[in-house]
């Protein structure tokens, strides 16, 4: 079946602008994730959809990062005026009711100029 | 809080040689422990995972790892690494809420 799937592969963007990155999870998984990887940092978590609560948005690094879940499924990472520190590869998971793997995206590489 | 250890960044290997990646953790709930391979500009797979039962987990292209609770450690070796297996390997622990904490990773670079 279908993986994760995320667009788009590469963003380059100017400092300042505003960036959404997409997540289509596989079907019926109910758990989503968004992680950042990035040289300095390492892999870090930065939000989770479970269902319909409410996110935990505890890794998010600033009020500039948000993110929503439309339906349950499809997801949107949204970081406004962006900043040369934002470029990263940006990686979105999902994971079933059941299980306790996560199955990753292959990332959007994000690069701020 | 969750946190993991990789304590070696690098490991250069000869073909056919033995490789071991060291990976120690801390967590304050059910320990759950994954290594996860990123091959040159891919995204992550799940290389194995300790849930419970046996220590002792493997996957299905030769690589092992053992759970150890008195050491706090999930170490990575395969006896015999191909070319192929030059990747990044990351272990992780299950947070709360199901999230992965992630150790630095190691990079596995394999010489002919």
């Known amino acids: 079946g279908a993986g994760v799937s995320q667009s788009p592969s590469n963003k380059v963007t100017e400092k300042g602008k505003d960036v959404e990155l997409r997540c289509d999870p596989i079907s019926g998984h109910t758990a989503l994730y968004w992680y950042r990887q990035s040289l300095g940092q390492g892999l870090e978590f930065l939000i989770y959809f479970q269902g319909n609560s409410a996110p935990d948005k505890s890794g998010l690094p600033s009020d500039r990062f948000s993110a929503e879940r439309t339906g349950g499924s499809v997801s949107t990472l949204t970081i406004q005026r962006t900043q040369q520190e934002d470029s990263a590869v940006y990686l979105c998971?999902?994971?079933?009711?059941?299980?306790?793997?996560?199955?990753f995206g292959p990332g959007t590489r994000l690069t701020v100029t | 809080a969750q946190s993991v250890t990789q304590l070696d960044s690098q490991v250069p290997v000869f073909e056919e040689a033995p490789v071991e990646l060291r990976c120690n953790y801390s967590?304050?709930?059910?320990?759950?422990l994954f290594w996860y391979v990123q091959y040159p500009n891919q995204g992550l797979q799940l290389l194995l995972k300790?849930?419970?039962?046996?220590?002792l987990v493997e996957s299905i292209n030769g690589f092992e790892a053992e759970f150890n609770k008195s050491q706090t450690s999930f170490h990575l070796r395969k006896p015999s690494v191909h070319i192929s297996d030059t990747a990044e390997y990351f272990c992780?622990?299950?947070?709360?809420?199901?999230?992965?904490?992630f150790g630095g990773g190691t990079r596995v670079l394999v010489k002919p």
């Open positions: 967590s304050s709930v059910s320990v759950y």
């Open positions: 992780a622990v299950r947070a709360a809420g199901n999230k992965l904490t």
């Open positions: 998971a999902s994971r079933g009711r059941t299980d306790y793997e996560q199955y």
């Open positions: 300790y849930l419970s039962g046996s220590t």
